[in-house]
């Protein structure tokens, strides 16, 4: 289930190939919640996306100010995940709001998400951060991140002959 797409370089298309391709590879994703003060906190985190979904998961510990502010102002979400190779062509980047939801209860869950999240970038549930990481998960010390995009916006090199 794909989220509706937008070019953020008008006459640029993406297609929901492309996108899809791009929330699988082992970029970053950049969450940005809001403080008391309205001011952005952004985190670095890694993710992975559940394209029967469409939704976009995380873990984080129980107290951090990412839970505090999702908790507060869960409508208020941004993200992007970029590619920092901008010498090559094809998607750079995606961006976009959304509604996120902490899951606390569901320990299952959360496990099911941090072991998915540590096959992506440590290629195996055998090494010791990927060990540690799920230790995290089931004690409760981590939370899940539910973030649903309301929308993607995709920026593409190479494709800027379109555009003309």
């Not at 008391?36 to 906190?41: I, L, T, V």
């Not at 992975?48 to 505090?68: E, L, W």
């Not at 980047?93 to 299952?108: F, H, N, P, V, W």
Request: no cysteine; aromatic share 10%.
């Amino acid at each position: 289930m794909m989220t509706k797409i937008i070019s953020a370089t008008p006459g640029i298309s993406t297609t929901e190939t492309e996108v899809g391709r791009f929330l699988e590879s082992n970029l970053n994703l950049q969450l940005a919640t809001l403080e008391e003060d309205n001011y952005p906190n952004i985190n670095q985190v890694w993710f992975y996306y559940d394209k029967d979904s469409g939704k976009i998961y995380a873990t984080t510990h129980r107290k951090s100010r990412k839970v505090q502010n999702i908790r507060r102002n869960p409508e208020k979400i941004y993200f992007s995940i970029d590619d920092e190779n901008f010498s090559t062509e094809g998607l750079k980047g995606l961006k976009g709001r959304a509604k996120a939801t902490i899951i606390s209860e569901d320990r299952q869950k959360v496990i099911s998400i941090e072991e998915k999240i540590s096959l992506k970038y440590l290629g195996t549930l055998d090494d010791p951060w990927a060990k540690q990481l799920i230790e995290n998960a089931t004690d409760g010390t981590y939370l899940g991140v539910e973030i649903a995009p309301k929308f993607f916006s995709a920026y593409v090199l190479g494709k800027m002959t379109e555009a003309r």
